[in-house]
């Protein structure tokens, strides 16, 4: 940083919270979950890293709201079958595991944060298949399965077109894949 750590000069505006997870996710999405860091977001920011941890407690707390930005819009469509909903959601989550896949790298790399979003998004997959006629036990397993498929098709396709300085969104087949998924999960 150019600056002495402490306040801004009174003329330099403090980014806004919402400012400063924008600045997030472009910044993990440009360097990836292993460069992310408070003190790199700081820097970019031009702040000192005190006001990160003022405004989001601290890394964890800093994860939670990335999730939250991203994912608050995922969420099944209010009808059709519990099958076609659960498609409807996973297609809009995988899209967005897709623009963001260095946010799922994060999640997963702290165990400890399982974002409030995607407990969210987990209980209404369940509540689904509960609806599709699944016991609890089945509806567990479906529920890995379907995410786990997810993460992994998306994580995939997002790295793999970074790899080769594609841009993301490549045809991995996930719709298929999905659709095959779900037909079996019906029988």
Do not use: K, W
């Given at each position: 940083m150019n600056r002495p750590p402490g306040r801004p000069p009174r003329d330099k505006a403090i980014p806004s919270p919402d400012?400063?997870?924008?600045?997030?996710?472009?910044?993990?999405?440009?360097?990836?979950?292993?460069?992310?860091?408070?003190?790199?977001?700081?820097?970019?920011?031009?702040?000192?890293?005190?006001?990160?941890?003022?405004?989001?407690?601290?890394?964890?707390?800093?994860?939670?709201?990335?999730?939250?930005?991203?994912?608050?819009?995922?969420?099944?469509?209010?009808?059709?079958?519990?099958?076609?909903?659960?498609?409807?959601?996973?297609?809009?989550?995988?899209?967005?595991?897709?623009?963001?896949?260095g946010l799922t790298l994060l999640i997963f790399s702290r165990p400890s944060v399982f974002p409030a979003q995607a407990l969210r998004i987990t209980e209404s997959i369940a509540a689904l298949l509960g609806g599709a006629g699944l016991s609890p036990q089945r509806s567990r397993l479906w529920v890995n399965i379907l995410v786990d498929f997810t993460h992994g098709a998306a994580v995939a396709t997002a790295m793999g077109a970074r790899s080769t300085s594609g841009a993301p969104g490549l045809d991995n087949g996930y719709d298929d894949a999905l659709a095959e998924l779900l037909k079996a999960l019906a029988e």
């Open positions: 400012d400063m997870l924008a600045t997030a996710l472009d910044l993990l999405d440009a360097t990836g979950a292993e460069a992310f860091t408070i003190r790199a977001l700081a820097e970019r920011l031009l702040v000192n890293p005190m006001t990160l941890y003022h405004h989001f407690g601290d890394r964890d707390g800093l994860i939670g709201a990335m999730s939250e930005r991203v994912y608050r819009g995922v969420s099944a469509p209010a009808s059709g079958t519990p099958l076609t909903r659960i498609e409807a959601l996973l297609r809009d989550y995988h899209a967005q595991v897709l623009h963001h896949p």
